[in-house]
């Protein structure tokens, strides 16, 4: 077998599999650039196509500037090759490269560069008719996180009527994410059953233990606790956060945002002590994957500052609020629930 179809079978375990063979992968892909560059040269659209795959690795080790850097290579190499290169193979290389971009850019944090890079994703997906459902959920999710959330379930709602499969992988993302626009909202009874409905796909597709099951299962679980069913939460986010360690061995985001989940959830069961331990945990997890200026890093800062708050121990808790609302008035749309909350925090802080 030669590289390049070695890399294609790892490829598609890795999408299939519970726990990825992203090592063994990522080394045969780098092995198969070798080969691609040797016998075609430096501008090969097949090199494009596994330095996109080398950019989804990284970003799922959260090494966003790798991700980047592999993914801009792929694209230089697709401009270079111009007209040379077409047809829907070639345009299907072309949107990965510029969705990679963007999404490496959207997890680093930096929402504004992400978002001109996914337009033009779906700019190109829109005159080529591929891709559509994904550029639009991708758009979408750079809305979500900025705080434009009008913007991003307009977009998710437009993907789903152009998904043909409403039992499939991708109507799963969109009802996880429609979810996750109604907890932002605080409107969790609405974002109670598309949760679920995520969930319940996702399941029927992976079983109940892949770490797209279980991610879904953590946002689930997060709309349950802001309905008050935090027994049940509870026992999701610690079912979830056993098998994420299972599965990613050391530190993930996965793990991170789970002890997020389940300190928010121990909070409100009345455990300071060990919801202030969890979103320590989470915290630290966070800040060395992610950075200490990334959005979601401060949103545990933030969380953990209202619970310190609440505990009298307000010289701490105003520490943590004041870094978090640095990096959300930085990062974040003006209109953003999580800015807004966390400036009244601060303001509380400071009377």
Known sequence: MIASDRVVELHECTLASERPYKDEAAQVALQSLDIFHAVYGQDSPDAANVSNYLSWVAESRAQFAEAEQHA?????????????CNGPKATDVRIDALTRIGTSLRAGGYYDEAEIWLQRALDLAKRSGRQIVAALNNLGVVYKCSGRLDEAERLYWRALEFAEDHS???????????????????????????????????????????????????????LLDGLGRHETAEAICRDAL????????????????????????????????????????AA??????????????????????????????EDEARDLASRALLVFETRLNPLHPQRAAARDLWELLSI
């Open 168 to 222: 499939s992988a991708m109507a799963a993302t969109l009802y996880r994410n429609l979810g996750e626009i109604a907890h932002l909202w605080e409107r969790f009874a609405d974002g109670e059953w598309f949760g679920r409905r995520a969930w319940e796909i996702r399941r029927t597709l992976l079983g109940p233990d892949h770490p797209e099951t279980l991610a879904d299962a953590c946002a689930y679980a997060a």
């Open 72 to 84: 801009r290579c792929a694209w230089e190499i697709m401009e270079r090759v111009g007209d040379r």
């Open 284 to 313: 630290a997890m966070k800040e060395r994957l992610l950075g200490p200026w990334h959005p979601d890093t401060a949103l545990t800062l933030c969380n953990y500052a209202a619970l310190l708050a609440e505990e009298w121990r």
């Open 242 to 281: 056993v098998k994420f360690e299972d599965i990613w061995g050391g530190e993930h985001m996965d793990i991170a945002t789970c002890l997020h989940n389940l300190a928010a959830v121990r909070w409100a069961r009345g455990d300071a002590a060990e919801a202030e331990a969890l979103y320590k945990r």
